[in-house]
């Protein structure tokens, strides 16, 4: 049987140390992830959701533990809690970043980001700037910018943070929609329940910090 597990996170510990202390962000967590899975991570700030990601995307070294992918692709798209778009940049631009720091912006490259502009509602907008745009769109551009690379493990941190509730629902769906239709596999860490949960319509898995329980 063909095994359809993505990456093992198993039992990783991570302790942060300065000289006077050492700060314990995780203690022996373990987790799978199947290919084409998206799965949502909750809990309250400063519980170490985003360590969790910085240790997958090879950002950190866990203090224990190990973290094994079976898909031997590990590109790896990290879309933060701000859209970090450039102002003086075009949309067009802004979302060729990538491609440029990895020397990969050629005709096929800037056909693919050309259809996903268009497809995601932001094809009349490759001359803007973001100042133009609003904060759902900008979001969307963000996420736009993180698929140009072709990552086959997407992982969000509170990518919607930074906008008003009811802007958190709609592009909350926005782009659960496009990871499913680009049929990629994702990890995404919050601290707001209602936001999970409501963007748990498209997901498989939703894993709840224990600290929500208490």
């Given at each position: 049987m063909?095994?359809?597990?993505?990456?093992?996170?198993?039992?990783i510990?991570?302790?942060?140390?300065?000289l006077?202390?050492e700060?314990?962000?995780?203690?022996?967590?373990s987790?799978d992830?199947n290919?084409?899975?998206?799965i949502v991570?909750?809990?309250?700030s400063g519980?170490g959701?985003s360590?969790?990601l910085?240790?997958i995307?090879?950002?950190l070294?866990?203090?224990?533990g190990?973290i094994?992918?079976?898909?031997?692709?590990?590109?790896?798209?990290?879309?933060f809690q701000s859209?970090h778009l450039?102002?003086?940049?075009t949309?067009?631009?802004?979302?060729l970043?990538?491609l440029e720091v990895q020397?990969?912006v050629?005709?096929?490259s800037i056909?693919r980001?050309?259809k996903?502009?268009?497809?995601?509602?932001?094809?009349d907008?490759?001359?803007?700037y973001p100042s133009q745009?609003?904060?759902g769109?900008r979001?969307r551009?963000?996420?736009?910018r993180t698929l140009a690379?072709?990552p086959?493990?997407l992982?969000?941190?509170?990518?919607?943070?930074?906008l008003?509730y009811?802007s958190?629902l709609k592009?909350?769906d926005d782009i659960?929609?496009?990871?499913?239709?680009?049929?990629?596999t994702?990890i995404m860490?919050t601290?707001?329940?209602?936001?999970?949960?409501?963007?748990?319509?498209?997901?498989?898995?939703?894993?709840i910090?224990?600290?929500?329980l208490n």
């Open positions: 063909t095994s359809n597990k993505f990456l093992e996170v198993k039992n510990s991570k302790t942060y140390y300065t006077e202390e700060t314990k962000a995780l203690e022996n967590l987790f992830v290919t084409g899975e998206i991570i909750v809990g309250p519980c959701k360590t969790i910085s240790c995307a090879g950002l070294s866990p203090t224990e190990e094994i992918f079976h898909n031997k692709n590990k590109n790896t798209g990290y879309m859209d450039f102002n003086w940049r949309i067009m631009d802004n979302v970043i990538g020397n990969k050629n005709e096929r056909a980001v050309n996903l502009l268009d497809t995601y509602g932001l094809g907008f490759k001359k803007h745009l609003s904060g769109m979001q551009v963000a996420l736009i690379i072709e086959e493990l992982l969000l941190d509170e990518p919607f943070s930074a008003d009811q958190r592009v909350s659960a929609k496009i990871i499913r239709q680009e049929k990629k994702a860490v601290h707001d329940i209602s936001e999970a949960i409501y963007t748990k319509c498209y997901l498989c898995k939703c894993v910090s224990k600290d929500y």
